[in-house]
Nanobody, 125 residues
Framework: QVQAVESGGGLVQAGGSLRLSCTAS????????MGWFRQAPGKEREGVSC????????YYADSVKGRFTISRDNAKNTLYLQMDSLKPEDAAMYYC??????????????????WGQGTQVTVSS
């Protein structure tokens, strides 16, 4: 069974940090481009940060550039998102997603076939 399981969400004060993790189960992370997406209530889902299967190319939404860092450890089958200088507007459900290794489309969500259940991030002002 293919699963991507997120963890690391929680409540943090503005200016604080969180590190999200996504562990792949039932598939080999190295065979997939990976991404983090988020959706806040009443808003559309947006691509936060995505990374090519090899780790050589990354994409960041303008709203998180310089504050978030995506990384992957293929040997541990795990994807990470380090989130620093968090703002109240970063509050959302964060989802991990996997796209079959092939052409790179950044954070185009339609290219991502497998999605996790999400982890909630809440930022207090």
């Amino acid at each position: 069974q293919v699963q991507a399981v997120e963890s690391g969400g929680g409540l943090v004060q503005a200016g604080g940090s969180l590190r999200l993790s996504c562990t792949a189960s039932g598939f080999t992370l190295a065979n997939y481009h990976m991404g983090w997406f988020r959706q806040a209530p009443g808003k559309e889902r947006e691509g936060v940060s995505c990374i090519r299967w090899s780790g050589t190319t990354t994409y960041y939404a303008d709203s998180v550039k310089g504050r978030f860092t995506i990384s992957r450890d293929n040997a541990k089958n795990t994807l990470y998102l380090q989130m620093d200088s968090l703002k109240p507007e970063d509050a959302a459900m964060y989802y991990c997603a996997a796209a079959v290794r092939g052409d790179w489309y950044g954070c185009q969500s339609t290219s991502y076939a497998y999605w996790g259940q999400g982890t909630q991030v809440t930022v207090s002002s």
